[in-house]
């Protein structure tokens, strides 16, 4: 339990730092119309100059109250140590790192890449910073479907839109629009593309061989579906094998090795776990069955 909270701390600050830079060390200087509260602190950092991790602090406080039932305890006690991390960070530690003062579409895509990888480490952890993530999460909690770089991207661009009214600025507007796009691109990658892979369906004669030598050139395990062809009811088999992407390449040279008129069919997946069950070969025990 404590090595599994160190953990979580661990990845917390990890995503902090990287939102505090991306923020304070490139938004900030390139005055992107940001969303959510670290849009609007930064607009008040420029007019008023009141530190912009207080002023989250500040207006989180009854965003939050108002969340507490829906999210639940421990996702508010986690949300609320980050939210605190993050601001103080902001405020004092990305300070110390040098201001980018380049390009501001090179700013932009910094912001977007740097920024989402650090939204999407914090909301692996099942927790967030605050302020808008309280109502990102409040509806991924409503509607479980939709994922939280949609959610995100949707309630960014309403924001940026209802901005461009304050600040006239048409090319801020765009900046703000890719940083928007790329946040939520990277969330979605991080969260659900780092397992992404394919899937193959092999229609062959040859079943057995095709999985016998898709386990013997990269450990995947597959599974034989039958099947029957449509138009002369011929009986068929279908080889199902889910893998990483370089192993595709492996899985399509074997089998059409073994099976020179199999037909290959590639399909997306959007994740990819385990290796499935290894073929056993008759007389032998089950890797995992005991001998009586």
């Known amino acids: 339990m404590k ?9 917390e600050l990890v995503g902090s730092i990287m939102i505090a830079a991306a923020i304070y060390n490139f938004a900030v200087q390139a005055e992107f119309p940001l969303t959510g509260f670290s849009g609007i602190s930064i607009i008040l950092y420029h007019l008023f100059g009141i530190p912009i991790g207080l002023s989250t602090i500040v207006m989180n406080i009854p965003v939050a109250l108002l969340c507490y039932r ?19 960070l902001i405020d004092y530690v990305a300070p110390l790192f040098p201001v980018y003062t380049g390009s501001r579409l090179l700013a ?25 993530d309280f109502i990102t999460m409040a509806v991924k909690a409503k509607f479980p479907y939709l994922s939280l770089g949609k959610i995100i991207f949707v ?13 006239r600025d048409i090319d801020g507007i ?3 629009m890719i940083v928007s796009y790329l946040y939520a691109v990277a969330v979605d990658k991080m969260m659900y593309g780092i397992n992404a892979g394919k899937m193959a369906l092999i229609v062959t ?13 990269c450990g995947r395990g597959s599974t034989i579906l039958p099947a029957q062809g449509g138009y002369k ?17 492996l899985v399509q040279k074997a089998a059409k090795a073994a099976d020179p008129s199999s037909f290959l069919i590639v399909l997306e997946s959007n994740e990819v776990h385990g290796e499935g069950f290894h073929p056993v070969t008759i007389g032998e025990p089950a890797p995992n069955s005991k001998n009586s």
């Open 205 to 217: 004669d040859q079943g057995e061989k095709i999985c016998q030598v898709i386990d013997q050139c």
């Open 155 to 167: 309630s960014d661009v309403i924001i940026i839109a209802l901005g461009s009214l304050l600040f």
């Open 3 to 11: 090595k599994r909270l160190l953990t979580q701390m661990f990845f």
């Open 108 to 132: 932009a895509l910094c912001t977007g890449v740097i920024a989402g990888i650090g939204y999407a480490l914090i909301y692996m952890q099942n927790s967030s910073t605050g302020g808008a």
């Open 233 to 249: 009811g011929d009986t068929r088999q279908v080889v199902m094998c889910a893998c990483n992407n370089r192993e595709m390449y």
């Open 174 to 176: 765009i900046y703000g």
């Open 70 to 88: 829906l999210l639940g305890k421990n996702f508010f006690i986690s949300s609320v140590r980050c939210m605190i991390v993050s601001s103080v």
